[in-house]
């Protein structure tokens, strides 16, 4: 009797151990591999040690319900899906999950299927014939957002009813859902019902990013996390990641379920004046575009290292960030410096573990001279 109880014993403190191995979850996107040179990202450049989840984004959805593959790079994108299930065979553990939606789906067509229990029930079904086929291991719903963007009022509870439907058939199948929400308090405000997204969600990916970039005329940090002094409005002194996270754990969400979104890129501007590169200093728009993600800006870490590395890198040390500067060009980031601060975070509010935006701007290819993926394996290092 007391050996199956020390047996018992041993048994549970043995799952509370592997339960408390921190989520990596880690997005792959398939546009990448279209990238020049060394900024060529495909599933063979993953490190399927890095990661626990493995995320292909990615497809859309129709007006019906159906799953859509939304382009022809995205067909081949597809093929890469064999080598992502490969990557199991060197580890085991490893889950690859189904990403729908993204920024350029927009909502209105999600709102649409959300607000209709037929075009729910195709949408429940589309997602699990669309996943058995490739073997994946669950669904990821990024829909930016409810209630915004061409949605409706009525998103908000449509929201939480869609992902309970998916919820049910997927965990029926030993199959997970997760979903994609914003960081930013106002946005949640207007999309969220959080304790029902929470009860309805396998985890919730809190994207703590994007809290500024060139959509606006002046300088801030993508993704600071805490606020800076020069933060004078309510507004401005939440627009962190300490703060968007508080607000998901205040309003109820379950902190084991909550994986903190980290990015390995950043957003960068070119300054109006190269004499006042403060926070808040006015801007001209984007910085200019990495040789590699080719979008004015926002810029790769692997851009950063490679291409930067002799621009002045200056450390916030109340946001907790780096940025460089280089004449005009003002670009925020993160680098192992702050990625651990985060890391640590999440740690300090009992997360789930974190979600990476994403593998392909880390320095994969280790040009920089710290090995390959160094972002990634900081976060692995200091993820309890
Ligand atoms: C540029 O910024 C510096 C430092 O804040 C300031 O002294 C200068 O007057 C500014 N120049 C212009 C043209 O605004």
């Known amino acids: 009797m007391s050996k199956l109880l020390i047996l018992l014993t041993f048994a549970s403190a043995f799952m509370v151990l592997s339960a408390s191995a921190g989520n990596v979850v880690c997005y792959f996107t398939s546009w990448t591999i279209y990238r020049p040179d060394n900024g060529k990202f495909t599933a063979a450049d993953v490190d399927p040690n890095l990661c626990t989840h493995i995320y292909y984004g990615f497809v859309g959805l129709r007006e019906d319900g159906g799953v859509q593959v939304l382009d022809d790079w995205e067909l081949t994108g597809l093929e890469e899906m064999a080598h992502l299930l490969s990557l199991k065979d060197q580890n085991p553990n490893l889950k690859?999950?189904?990403?729908?939606?993204?920024?350029?789906?927009?909502?209105?067509?999600?709102?649409?299927?959300?607000?209709?229990?037929?075009?729910?029930a195709?949408?429940?079904?589309?997602?699990?014939?669309?996943?058995?086929?490739?073997?994946?291991?669950?669904?990821?719903?990024?829909?930016?957002?409810?209630?915004?963007?061409?949605?409706?009022?009525?998103?908000?509870?449509?929201?939480?009813?869609?992902?309970?439907?998916?919820?049910?058939?997927?965990?029926?199948?030993?199959?997970?859902?997760?979903?994609?929400?914003?960081?930013?308090?106002?946005?949640?405000?207007?999309?969220?019902?959080?304790?029902?997204?929470?009860?309805?969600?396998d985890m919730i990916n809190v994207m703590a990013y994007d809290f500024h970039g060139a959509f606006e005329s002046w300088v801030g940090h993508y993704a600071p996390l805490y606020p800076s002094h020069l933060d004078e409005t309510d507004e401005q002194k939440t627009l962190n990641v300490a703060a968007g996270i508080q607000y998901w754990l205040d309003s109820g969400a379950d902190p084991s379920k909550i994986n903190l979104g980290l990015g390995t890129y950043g957003r960068t501007f070119t300054l109006a004046n190269a004499s006042n590169p403060d926070l808040y200093a006015p801007t001209y728009g984007g910085g200019e575009a990495g040789p590699y993600t080719r979008q004015m800006g926002v810029i790769g870490y692997n851009e950063v290292c490679a291409y930067h590395s002799d621009w002045t890198r200056v450390w916030d040390d109340e946001q907790k960030v780096p940025h460089k500067i280089s004449g005009t060009q003002w670009f925020g980031y993160d680098d192992e410096e702050s990625l651990r601060y985060k890391v640590e975070f999440a740690n300090s509010k009992n997360l789930a573990g974190v979600m990476i935006w994403s593998l392909d701007t880390d320095d994969f290819r280790g040009l920089c001279g710290g090995g390959p993926y160094p972002l990634l394996n900081t976060i692995n290092q200091y993820l309890n």
């Open 122 to 201: 195709t949408m429940v079904q589309s997602v699990l014939e669309f996943i058995d086929k490739y073997s994946m291991d669950g669904f990821d719903l990024d829909w930016e957002y409810p209630c915004q963007r061409g949605g409706h009022d009525e998103d908000k509870a449509n929201f939480v009813t869609l992902l309970g439907e998916l919820k049910s058939a997927l965990n029926a199948k030993g199959l997970i859902l997760t979903a994609a929400v914003s960081g930013g308090i106002a946005s949640c405000k207007l999309s969220y019902d959080i304790p029902g997204v929470s009860a309805n969600l």
């Open 96 to 120: 690859i999950v189904l990403s729908m939606g993204g920024w350029n789906e927009g909502s209105a067509k999600y709102s649409t299927v959300a607000a209709d229990p037929a075009r729910r």
